[in-house]
């Protein structure tokens, strides 16, 4: 039995356009164990990536957070953002979907990484709050120079240091970490950037990973080194992992347990081989019946019928019931809640309401 690293509870996120608001989470519950790798799949627009940004507290000023998140007895929700900076990155830390643009473009991947060390050693040695004025001593104390702020004049750090960074990047498979390190973001192909990125972010040696949409951007073979190299140093760093995917596929090849989630709500929440044997939710089903079986056929792909729902002006039931082949009267009346079977396999659906029911 896994201890809960992270118990998000009845969360709702909403987003103040003018006159408007959306809901782009609501009312979510769920929970990460440690060293737990949890696959949050569903299609653009469904909050996915909300969820893992409200995680790590990078959500715009124009969102409303209700219910709580608590990490490690620390609800993550009423946190403001100094606060918040005593988490991010070095207890939770986030790998981005477009790894061009999370990288510094006029540092060295070296220069990078070696300060992602720097500021976790700050953090966890002593507790600071990490100030510029802070890094300044460090830099000397760790042999690092800087003889300017122009970007073009490069940092020398200490041989220590090095090692460590050349350690990180062994870590994720580079093959030739030493020239690497000397090389910019620009330079490195988009899988060589990615590595990068997930160096950089096991370097802080999170308790907690959020990947959103890593691998989007790679082409097949790729994308495959890339979920293999995230699953890999888990037991090393020990760390849980956030997989926010689109791609079911994606999910299948890595996650311990998918959540599948649909207008901002959980629809599904199963152990990984439980849930593609035994998919549960109406939505689930039609999302892996549109994924090609591999044999040559006469037939035509399954598509699902209608449209995600406007979140300006959601459905007042269930949110997938004007798309539903099952639906009841009471699908659009009323929102149906998580219930879970003896394998904890857990689903929003009124078809599983009677505990008789052979479908539970």
Known sequence: MKMTLLD?????????????????????????????????????GCGKSTLGLSIIGLLPPNSQVQGSMIYKETNLAKLDQNAMKRYRGTEIAMIFQEPLTSLNPVYRVEDQIAEAVVVRKIRKESGEKVTG???????????IHIPSRVPSLRRRISQELRDEVTHWLNLVRIADPEQVLERYPFELSGGMRQRVMIAMALSQEPALLIADEPTTALDVTTQAQ?????REPMDKVNTSIILVTHDLAVASQVADRVVVMYAGQIAEDAEV?????????????????????GTKND??????????PDMMNPHHGCQF?????????KCNMTQPGLIADQ?????????????ASDLI
């Not at 037939?299 to 995600?308: D, E, K, N, R, W």
């Open 299 to 308: 037939s035509t792909l399954s598509a699902i019928p209608g449209s995600v």
């Open 226 to 230: 890339v979920l293999k190299l995230m």
């Open 133 to 143: 004025e802070i890094m300044q001593k460090v830099y000397k104390t760790k042999g």
């Open 343 to 355: 394998k904890n396999h857990k689903v929003a659906c009124f078809l599983y309401d009677n505990p």
């Open 321 to 329: 019931a004007p798309r539903c082949p099952h639906v009841m009267d």
């Open 273 to 293: 081989h439980d849930f593609f044997s035994r998919p549960m939710h109406p939505y689930a089903k039609a999302l892996l019946n549109c994924i090609p079986n």
């Open 8 to 44: 998000i509870d009845d969360l709702t996120i909403r987003y103040s356009t003018g006159h408007d608001t959306i809901t782009a989470v609501d009312s979510v519950s769920l929970e990460v164990g440690e060293n737990e790798f949890l696959g949050v799949v569903g299609e653009s």
